[in-house]
């Protein structure tokens, strides 16, 4: 089968059941993706496949056959997608393990719906943890990413 | 008989026979303390010390680009590698544009204490870095002056050039870099520091964390995310009882998993085991997958060993048992037992705190390569030095011929202070004889963590008949983190004891402090804030209830408890043995009432405490005193009819002393009130036939970002530099749950004295 990641076109062989994570962790070294539960419960290896936010921990290689995987690292070349950019201006990050998750979460929610409510926002980011606490800032930071503020 | 324990918690403590700490052993630090430091900290009683050799920490290239090396845990603070390089870089007047920050490796001997817990990042090595900052500064401008051939008096550093007084003439750091770094490090009487209306950047909060820009493109490397050429990846099944041992195991399946390579037996150390592996059955495999496949199919026949009927329920009975008899007393004024007979009205509660799990994002996880009789290892320690002695010391080779590399902590919270998953990495690399990656899953994480302790605190309070408190009788139940380093002690130790409970700064005339015995049944290790949590968390709902019980205001009872401003010294306190004071001289860090009282009033006001609330709102207030910071916190929540809770606001009042990055305080105290609410809410890894009930975001919950308190204002008291800067990552944290439960009650009417909240609000 084939994948691409970030533009590029890679074929794979192995098992088919192996999470996507492990295979842009361990294979491809693309480390930006984190591991943080296995189950789905915490967004850290939050990828866009086919420019949907999915949980790389629990999606199997064979579900990503011939389809578009954009990792933090291909988000932007240079952090200058507004996501990040507000990120940055905000100064989000405390510890930073859980914020590639988060970005790309909001990058998905924002590329799918300009300009969602709080209630959307609060929805749409539960499921990626934050245990430094930077709830505050990310709500923030997505609120000036719609605005552009 | 004494025993110096040696590197724990990279503390070094002198312990008696009975196992208890009787006495911090304070090292003398000369030169630089002695004559430069306007303060004395307890740096220089912490192993290696302080470094100040300018030498070690900045070189600057011909370019004029100045490098800091960072040499502590950067785990979130922004304290090891922006908070404590910007102070360089200030009294250095360089240019944070034209700055590099470079990690240390894990060496003691040459960077001084890198232990990086205890909330002394700042605290410890303001001073020195300033220090380091303004030799540099003094070295550039003689190797100008000499190039000028004018004194040094005539010359003056100014953001990354020398300029000669007399003449205007301007010349660039990088142009005399080389020969500055060639001169000895100046005498410290020859160095003089900025004062506070020089700075640039210290106590601005304008600088961008160093690692910003890096982790929101996902370019940071965590320790997890080492990458070494031939490296493999292995997953450890580990007795699920603390204590536990393997039996036998067949691998017979785990072998057929495509990618696995082998199996390899880790021993455990009995206990105490300190931060020795828990040991167990590896499987080593190409990749991370692979070699979880292969633990699944591992077949092992476990022995549970002592703690196999743990159960924290029944414990939570016998522990409440003995918090119900008199303990051991570790603090006694006047007469509390007297007082208390005679009280017009007593009040008592009780509180339950569970055992939680740190739970940082970022499970533990280390990369080894043992070879040719050395050792390289990359991974995210909250201790680097300490782990490069204790990975030596199970290799059986010198701390010279092992190299660790320190990488970003996705977290810390104490957990990484532990280094058991480096020292498996290491073990693993030496049987395998090719570079080994360690991963933790989540699983692993939790339910092989070093737990936070469980505890009950117990307070009977004696008030007269106009209301005021006359007595006060502490009983604190929960087993110690000592248990890690000596056969258990059964009884807390005087640091644990530090943490709001003999240091209790309270105006009443009978105070008593007991404790009483608790066996540790699974490896108790320190998590943000330690023992403040639970002693911080009975004092502070009690005065709750006093107030109630009294028909006062819950902030004004606080206020009268708290008393006249004064210092609280409970070395002068009867029973009181070996008051820690978090290591630091008491003198540069008193137990100071008024500054207590200070943040009280401050957090009150700026909250509107007092003011009307909509029906089922309510405000709580608490405030502790820990690793010498002061942190009031009022929390307004709203419970509805059906006992769903929210948090609208939060405000904190911090008084840190001297604050040299205000912004980065101010997200320490915000995320200090998400940790907070997920202890109290959710907080509880419970026990059964010896097992972790919990293993992952599933079952331990932790805040979530809909849940989370919606705005967190924080207040800084401000301070020149003349208050010592004091702690930050931990102190926000004890307060949080208190004055939670605390406007919970003033919201509906309902009581919470045992953690986690769960579901104690449905109706």
């Known amino acids: 089968m084939n994948v691409t990641v970030n533009g590029r076109q890679h074929a794979f062989d192995g098992d088919p059941s192996m999470p996507l994570l492990w295979y842009l962790r361990d294979e491809?070294?693309?480390?930006?993706?984190?591991?943080?539960?296995?189950?789905?419960?915490?967004?850290a290896c939050t990828v866009h496949v086919d420019g949907e936010a999915v949980r790389a921990c629990a999606t199997p290689m064979s579900g990503v056959a011939d389809r578009k995987v954009t990792t933090i690292e291909g988000l932007s070349p240079d952090g200058s997608h507004p996501v990040q950019k507000a990120w940055h201006a905000l100064n989000v990050p405390q510890c930073g393990f859980c914020q590639a998750g988060q970005i790309m979460q909001a990058a998905a929610m924002l590329a799918a719906n300009k300009n969602p409510s709080e209630a959307e926002i609060n929805q749409t980011m539960a499921g990626n943890i934050c245990r430094c606490g930077c709830y505050q800032r990310i709500s923030a930071a997505i609120k000036s990413a719609i605005t552009g503020a | 008989m004494k025993t110096i324990i040696e590197n724990v918690s990279r503390r070094r403590f002198i312990v008696g026979a009975g196992g208890l700490v009787i006495a911090a052993q304070f090292i003398s630090l000369k030169s630089f303390a002695e004559m430069h430091?306007?303060?004395?900290?307890?740096?220089?009683a912490m192993p290696h010390g302080v470094v100040t050799d300018p030498h070690v920490f900045v070189t600057i290239d011909k370019n004029g680009l100045v490098t800091i090396i960072a040499s502590r845990a950067e785990m979130g603070t922004g304290a090891a590698r922006t908070t404590l390089p910007l102070i360089v870089a200030d009294e250095l007047e360089a240019d944070w544009s034209r700055v590099r920050i470079k990690q240390s490796p894990g060496n003691e001997e040459r960077y001084g204490n890198q232990d990086?817990?205890?909330s002394r990042s700042v605290r410890h090595f303001i001073q020195p870095m300033r220090h380091i900052g303004a030799s540099v500064r003094l070295m550039l401008a003689m190797a100008a002056a000499k190039h000028w051939?004018?004194?040094?008096?005539?010359?003056?550093?100014?953001?990354?050039?020398?300029?000669?007084?007399?003449?205007?003439?301007?010349?660039?750091?990088?142009?005399?870099?080389?020969?500055?770094?060639?001169?000895?490090a100046p005498s410290a009487d020859q160095v003089t520091l900025k004062t506070a209306d020089q700075f640039r950047y210290i106590g601005k909060g304008t600088i961008k964390p160093v690692d910003q820009k890096d982790i929101i493109m996902g370019k940071a490397v965590y320790g997890i995310d080492a990458k070494v050429p031939g490296?493999?990846?292995?997953?450890?099944?580990?007795p699920p009882v603390f204590g536990g041992k393997m039996v036998s195991y067949d691998d017979s399946a785990t072998m057929k998993v495509p990618g696995v390579e082998k199996v390899v037996v880790i021993e455990g150390t009995p206990a105490p085991a300190k931060f020795a592996p828990l040991g167990g059955v590896a499987v080593v495999a190409k990749n991370t997958w692979a070699a979880m496949q292969g633990r699944d199919a591992l077949k092992i026949t476990w022995d549970d060993g002592p703690h196999a009927v743990y159960d924290s329920a029944t414990y939570r009975t016998q522990m409440e048992e003995t918090a119900r008899k008199p303990?051991?007393?570790?603090?006694?004024?006047?007469?509390?037992?007297?007082?208390?007979?005679?009280?017009?009205?007593?009040?008592?509660?009780?509180?339950?705190?569970?055992?939680?799990?740190?739970?940082q994002m970022e499970p533990v996880s280390a990369t080894a390569h043992f070879a040719n009789g050395k050792l390289e290892v990359w991974a995210p320690l909250q201790s680097p030095g300490g782990t490069r002695d204790e990975l030596a010391k199970k290799l059986g080779i010198k701390p010279e011929d092992v190299t660790v590399h320190e990488l970003l902590l996705g977290g810390g919270f104490g957990r990484k202070s532990k280094c058991d998953y480096a020292i498996e990495a290491a073990l693993l690399s030496k049987a395998v004889g090719a570079p080994v990656k360690v991963i933790w899953t989540r699983e692993d994480d939790i339910q092989h963590d070093f737990f936070h302790t469980v505890s009950v605190e117990r307070i009977d309070a004696g008030l007269d008949q106009s209301g005021k408190v006359v007595a006060w009788r502490h009983r604190s139940v929960a087993p110690t983190i000592f248990a890690l380093f000596v056969p258990d002690p059964k009884h807390e130790s005087a640091l644990e004891m530090g943490m709001g409970l003999v240091d209790n700064p309270f105006d009443i005339p009978n105070l008593r402090c007991e404790n009483g015995e608790a066996e540790a049944h699974t490896r108790i290790g320190w998590f943000r804030s330690v023992s403040n949590i639970p002693h911080g968390f009975a004092v502070q709902c009690m005065v709750a209830e006093i107030a109630q019980a009294a028909g006062r205001d819950p902030k004004d009872m606080l206020i009268e408890l708290i008393g006249p401003p004064r210092i609280v010294d409970p070395r002068k306190s009867q029973d009181v043995k070996d008051f820690w004071n978090y290591g630091d001289p008491f003198e540069s860090y008193p137990i100071d009432t008024a500054r207590l009282r200070g943040v009280v009033e401050l957090a009150a006001e700026k909250s509107d405490w007092g003011k009307p609330l909509p029906p089922r709102h309510g405000r709580g207030i608490a405030v502790h005193r820990s690793f010498l910071t002061y942190v009031a916190t009022v929390v307004e929540v709203a419970v509805d009819e059906k006992g769903k809770l929210t948090v609208p606001r939060v405000v904190t009042a911090v008084d840190a002393g001297f604050i040299a990055n205000p912004e980065r305080v101010h997200s320490q105290m915000e995320g200090a009130a998400v940790m907070g609410y997920a202890l109290a809410r959710y907080g509880e890894i419970s026990f059964k036939n010896g097992r972790a009930q919990q293993g992952n975001f599933d079952t331990y919950k932790v805040t979530r970002i809909n849940e989370s308190p919606?705005?967190?204002?924080?207040?800084?008291?401000?301070?020149?530099?003349?208050?010592p800067s004091s702690g930050i990552g931990e102190p926000g944290v004890p307060p949080f749950a208190p004055a939670l439960c605390n406007a919970i009650f003033a919201a509906c009417g309902k009581r919470i004295r045992s953690l986690p909240i769960g579901d104690q609000l449905s109706t």
């Open chain 1, 28 to 43: 491809l070294g693309l480390t930006g993706t984190k591991f943080g539960c296995g189950i789905a419960e915490c967004g």
């Open chain 2, 710 to 723: 919606a705005q967190t204002e924080v207040h800084m008291v401000p301070h020149g530099l003349d208050v």
């Open chain 2, 231 to 238: 490296m493999r990846f292995a997953v450890v099944a580990r």
């Open chain 2, 327 to 359: 303990g051991v007393v570790v603090r006694n004024d006047g007469d509390a037992e007297k007082a208390l007979a005679s009280a017009a009205k007593v009040v008592t509660a009780e509180y339950y705190l569970p055992h939680i799990s740190h739970a």
């Open chain 2, 37 to 44: 430091e306007d303060y004395k900290t307890g740096a220089g």
């Open chain 2, 149 to 184: 051939g004018v004194d040094v008096s005539d010359v003056e550093a100014k953001n990354h050039e020398i300029i000669n007084k007399k003449t205007g003439a301007k010349i660039g750091y990088g142009a005399v870099a080389v020969e500055a770094m060639a001169l000895p």
């Open chain 2, 116 to 118: 990086t817990d205890g």
